[in-house]
């Protein structure tokens, strides 16, 4: 295991509420990474964290805000949650400069259904 | 437009056998690729990759095989074992950003016949 929990595994959530997913990662790790996994689309990048306070959009960031106070730690927020956000996300994590060099690897995923 | 391509939904093969993934990919850009192992209800477990400087990466009973002018890759599984059931994942992303952004094909599931 890569030392990456996120929480929590399960929600469930109505329409229009906010939703916060946490990722938390023990391997000291800059680069950190949060995906949806839908049918027929393979995993899609929402927003990712070069560093504490540095984050960017991915391809599907609409809906989706970030943060990340400190390097362990990166949050996913849906502001106001649709039934379009109903899925799978994975965090990942990453650093050149660690023994793994240039592999990418993943939590064990959230899954999130709004109702 | 997706960048990064599995062509093949599902694949089956008879324990022993070889196993042949294949993936395709638009953006030259790209010049790392990884391959990722998914069970259901798990995170995608990494496998195997490869850098654009090589043609080919091998790590036990994986090797995948880069071909740059074809923007080309597969993953050869031998010999495939029923424990091998699962969606496979490519991948890809550009080193020159320094994000290692990664772009994802939609999978292939592979089931190893007993």
């Known amino acids: 295991d890569a030392g990456i929990t996120q929480s929590p595994r399960h929600k469930v959530t109505e329409t229009g509420t906010p939703v916060t997913l946490r990722c938390h990662q023990t391997e000291n790790h800059r680069y950190m990474y949060w995906y949806r996994q839908d049918p027929g689309h393979g995993l899609r990048l929402i927003h990712y964290?070069?560093?504490?306070?540095?984050?960017d959009k991915g391809e599907v960031s609409d809906g989706y805000s970030v943060s990340r106070s400190k390097t362990e730690d990166f949050l996913l927020t849906l502001e106001s949650a649709t039934s379009s956000q109903t899925s799978v996300y994975f965090c990942?994590?990453?650093?050149?400069?660690?023994?793994?060099?240039?592999?990418?690897?993943f939590g064990e995923g959230s899954w999130l259904t709004v109702v | 437009d997706q960048q990064v391509k599995q062509n093949s939904p599902s694949l089956s093969v008879q324990e022993g056998r070889i196993s042949i993934l294949n993936c395709d990919y638009t953006n030259s850009m790209f010049d790392y690729f990884l391959w990722y192992k998914k069970y259901p209800a798990e995170g995608p477990t990494f496998l195997i990759s490869i850098s654009s400087i090589k043609d080919k990466n091998e790590d036990g009973r994986f090797t995948v095989f880069l071909n740059k002018s074809a923007k080309h890759l597969s993953l050869h599984i031998v010999p495939s074992q029923p424990g091998d059931s699962a969606v496979y994942f490519c991948?890809?992303?550009?080193?020159?950003?320094?994000?290692?952004?990664?772009?994802f094909g939609s999978g292939t599931r592979l089931q190893v016949q007993p």
């Open positions: 964290s070069y560093g504490v306070k540095d984050t």
């Open positions: 990942a994590i990453s650093d050149p400069l660690s023994p793994s060099g240039n592999t990418i690897y």
């Open positions: 991948a890809a992303y550009r080193g020159d950003t320094g994000r290692r952004a990664l772009t």
